[in-house]
């Protein structure tokens, strides 16, 4: 009698899949279905929105003003409508206007009065000192880009993280489909042979003590392949997380859907450790995020440290009144004037400058931490590579071997030199090297992914 033999592990049912999930499917379903990636990409927007609110501290304002006065000794009436546009540099603004006032002034209110036409006017204000170099609409701006650029990095640092993660969980799953493949044919060996053995028994060629003993590799055999498929199960479950539908629900990926075999081909890893945190450095997202919040702090610093200067401003308008009524009222007039404010008490600004320190610092030597943290995970990384290289290699003559002294040992049975529990326990141990093989493989995978999310290569 011949059986089945042990090398058949290798041809997975799955191999014939008519559709095999690809793990560019996953990494597509998770760049655009993914809720945690569209929730960060809906932080840019937010980012987006409050820059937008920050320019509008520069939008063009239009002020208008009626009074009347009909009761008392002075009747009058008053209309004042003014354009005022900041520009930001020198903390300028423009503005032109046009007022008409009529009727009754007294003498300190007579500046109110206005030919018959009205007066049309138009100046300029800039800061000579305290608010030159910046001020609060400009400091807003500026941290509100820097929060957009914080915010873009936080969303490729989470697309990273979440490809990085989502290719792991798709070669978990690989991986336990190969499990489930080689607990399968293991057990479909035993169960063949079952009958080939009761056919001898009932000729005499083997005792009853044989059969019994394959029966209990049966039962076995049996216990191993529902572990194996709640693995399979669980892994599925895992990675449907990542593999969305076009609804963006959870799609559970089928057995038929498994790849053939996990790719084979490796690469030796070449010691480019001191280049690659180079290049992490340089690439990874966390790090331009953590620049951007610490320049958020030291712009703030630098208002504070602004508000603490007397505030001198410096305003010129130019005016003329059109039409008819008091000759004095006719031809242009200039006006330029000085605005001195001095802090008496600058607690306010004291403290807004203390504390933009603080979180420059804070932020400052989290980022030592992050960059010591990456040049860990590289050659971490490196190391977990390479160990998975050697475990394959090992895995690989491990597996032969096992194949050779399972073959060896069902031909002894064959001539009455051997025995049914070794047969058996020959070829648990090539099942136990091909899974160990596998195991290798994928971890090979997991660590390539690893390699690309830790140089943020995506």
């Given at each position: 009698m011949r059986w089945i033999g042990i090398s058949l592990l290798l041809l997975s049912p799955y191999s014939f899949a008519a559709e095999p999930l690809r793990l560019q499917q996953v990494v597509e379903s998770v760049e655009k279905r993914y809720p945690v990636v569209i929730g960060a990409d809906k932080d840019?927007?937010?980012?987006?929105?409050?820059?937008?609110a920050s320019e509008g501290a520069f939008d063009l304002t239009w002020k208008n003003r009626l009074a009347t006065s009909t009761l008392g000794y002075y009747e009058n009436n008053r209309f004042d409508s003014v354009l005022e546009k900041p520009l930001g540099p020198w903390g300028a603004s423009i503005f032109t206007g046009y007022r008409i006032g009529r009727g009754n002034f007294a003498v300190y209110d007579e500046k109110a009065l206005t030919l018959?036409?009205?007066?049309?006017?138009?100046?300029?204000?800039?800061?000579?000192?305290?608010?030159?170099p910046t001020d609060r609409r400009r400091t807003n701006l500026e941290k509100s880009r820097l929060a957009l650029t914080a915010a873009e990095a936080n969303a490729l640092q989470t697309r990273i993280e979440a490809v990085r993660t989502a290719s792991q969980r798709y070669w978990d799953w690989v991986a336990a489909g190969k499990r489930v493949a080689i607990y399968r044919t293991l057990l479909t060996i035993a169960e063949a042979r079952d009958k080939g053995l009761l056919e001898r028994v009932k000729h005499g060629d083997v005792p009853v003590f044989e059969?019994?003993?394959?029966?209990?590799?049966?039962?076995?055999r049996r216990a191993q392949l529902v572990t194996a498929e709640r693995g399979l199960q669980q892994t599925a479950i895992e990675l449907s997380l990542f593999l969305r539908d076009d609804s963006g629900n959870p799609r559970l990926p089928g057995e038929n859907e498994l790849p053939g075999d996990i790719p084979r081909e490796v690469s030796r890893v070449e010691p480019h450790i001191s280049s690659d945190i180079e290049k992490a450095l340089r690439q990874r997202p966390e790090l331009a995020r953590l620049a951007a919040t610490r320049e958020q702090s030291t712009v703030e610093?630098?208002?504070?440290?602004?508000?603490?200067?007397?505030?001198?401003?410096?305003?010129?308008?130019?005016?003329?009144?059109?039409?008819l009524g008091l000759t004095t009222r006719a031809g242009t007039e200039v006006e330029a004037a000085?605005?001195?404010?001095?802090?008496?008490?600058?607690?306010?600004?004291?403290?807004?400058?203390?504390?933009?320190?603080?979180?420059?610092?804070?932020?400052?030597?989290?980022?030592?931490?992050?960059?010591?943290r990456i040049g860990a995970e590289v050659r971490d990384t490196y190391s977990a590579l390479r160990a998975?290289?050697?475990?394959i290699e090992i895995a690989v003559s491990e597996t032969e071997l096992a194949r050779y002294?399972?073959?060896?040992?069902?031909?002894?049975?064959?001539?009455?030199?051997?025995?049914?529990?070794?047969?058996?326990l020959r070829e648990q141990a090539t099942a136990d090297a091909l899974i160990r093989e596998v195991e290798a493989l994928a971890d090979y995978q997991k660590g390539i992914a690893q390699l690309r999310g830790v140089l943020a290569e995506i």
């Open positions: 840019i927007e937010a980012a987006q929105g409050e820059m937008t018959s036409q009205g007066e049309a006017r138009l100046g300029f204000e800039v800061s000579l000192w305290r608010n030159r059969r019994k003993d394959n029966e209990r590799a049966i039962l076995q610093g630098e208002w504070a440290d602004n508000q603490l200067s007397p505030r001198l401003d410096l305003q010129v308008a130019a005016s003329r009144d059109f039409g000085v605005l001195l404010e001095i802090p008496l008490e600058r607690r306010l600004a004291s403290g807004r400058r203390e504390s933009a320190r603080a979180t420059a610092d804070r932020i400052e030597a989290t980022e030592r931490l992050m960059k010591d998975a290289i050697s475990r002294l399972e073959q060896g040992e069902r031909d002894r049975f064959e001539h009455g030199d051997s025995n049914i529990l070794f047969v058996n």
